[in-house]
């Protein structure tokens, strides 16, 4: 008898050392899948946030013109494009954008230049009393409040253009996607470049006479020199 309580008494501690086996098991299990659907979830938002980015101020099918139509080959007016001032008394104009390019001035201050183009700390300007350009270092230019509205024009080859990469893009009235559409552009068109702002390109629309403001994740931005 003492035997077989033994026995019974083993048999039943083992019984309840698989179940807690088992249910660790199970639990187990059941966390791993957890993390599995989560991670699956995770990886959906991601998917459709870049969606979304990529359909960014995308217009209608039905409102895509039905020519595309490229920039003047001539050039634009200085008026259109930011003034700027040198700062100090000693600003050196580069040929690149690099402080190894050569380089001419120094120009005097208060001078009014022409915003073209922007990359990292450096400022691409056209100077209208030289009608040349060339490339700053940010901290030696300002921006003016006076228009400079002089008749010159800046030639095509110091300008940057943006060319849409999706199939339609709405291009509006200020820098955001609450503003009023001006026009609708379709894939591949291509724009001047006249400023830019928190992740939008203004761009000038030779059909319509005026500027406008592009999302800058439905272009393609490229500087000719």
């Not at 995770?42 to 490229?70: F, G, H, N, R, T």
């Not at 390019?101 to 691409?124: A, N, T």
Request: hydrophobic share 40%.
């Amino acid at each position: 008898m003492r035997q077989s309580s033994c026995i019974e008494h083993t048999g039943t501690s083992t019984r309840a050392t698989n179940q807690a086996i088992l249910k660790r098991d199970l639990s187990a299990g059941f966390m791993n899948g957890c993390r599995g659907v989560l991670l699956l979830l995770l990886m959906a938002a991601l998917y459709l946030c870049a969606c979304a980015a990529a359909k960014e101020d995308q217009a209608p099918v039905s409102q895509i013109p039905e020519k595309a139509s490229s920039p003047a080959t001539t050039g634009l007016p200085s008026r259109l494009f930011p003034t700027f001032e040198v700062a100090g008394d000693s600003c050196h104009v580069f040929l690149h954008p690099n402080t190894k390019s050569p380089y001419f001035g120094p120009l005097v201050k208060s001078e009014k230049l022409k915003r073209l183009d922007l990359q990292g700390s450096w400022i691409r300007v056209w100077i209208p009393r030289l009608r040349v350009s060339g490339w700053v270092i940010d901290t030696q230019v300002l921006e003016a409040d006076e228009p400079g509205a002089g008749p010159e024009s800046v030639p095509a080859d110091f300008l940057s253009t943006v060319t849409v990469i999706v199939k339609r893009a709405n291009i509006r009235e200020a820098p955001t996607a609450q503003s009023q559409i001006v026009m609708v552009a379709k894939r591949n068109q291509e724009f001047w470049l006249l400023n830019e702002k928190e992740g939008w390109y203004q761009i000038w629309l030779p059909d319509l006479k005026e500027r406008g403001w592009i999302s800058g994740k439905i272009v393609a931005r490229l500087r000719r020199q």
